[in-house]
C-alpha cells in the first residue's frame, strides 16, 4: 500500500472511531503523516480509548475545555455532535458549558452557547415589548 493510500485508511479509520475529523487532520494526512499519527496517539490514549472515564463524559469535558479555550466553533461543534449521537441530551450539554461562566466568563460562556445553539437549533423568546438590538448594551 502506497504512502497516500496509508493516510487515506488513517483518514477513514479516524472517522469512523472520533465521528469526526477536521480540517487539520485532513491537511496532515496529506502532507506530514507521520506527526498526524503520532498527534493521533496522544488523542487515543487521552481521549478514544476506553480507560475510567466513559466516552460521554469525556465529550462534556472536551467541549467545556474546548469552549473555555475559544476553540474554532466547527471543532466545539464537532464534539457536540459527537455527544448528542453518543446519547448526551442538548440539555446536558449546555449544563456542561454553563460550567465556564464562573470561572471564564460570559465572553467565553457566549463562544461555546453559540457553537451548541447552531447545533441543536434552539431558539429563544423574542420580547414583547420595544428595545434596542443589544450591540451597544452590556453583556450578562
Known sequence: MSDRNDAQAYVDDMARTRGYVLDY?????KQDFPVLQ???DLVGAAYLH?????????????????????AAKGHIQSHIRVALDLGVTPQEILEAIEIS???AGVVVFQHGFEAWKEVVGADGIEPT???????GAASA
Open 25 to 29: 487532520h485532513k491537511v496532515m494526512a
Open 38 to 40: 503520532a498527534a493521533n
Open 50 to 70: 476506553q480507560r475510567l472515564l466513559d466516552r460521554r463524559t469525556k465529550e462534556l469535558i472536551f467541549i467545556v475545555s474546548l469552549t473555555v479555550m475559544r
Open 101 to 103: 461562566l464562573p470561572e
Open 129 to 135: 415589548v420595544s428595545v434596542h438590538d443589544g450591540a
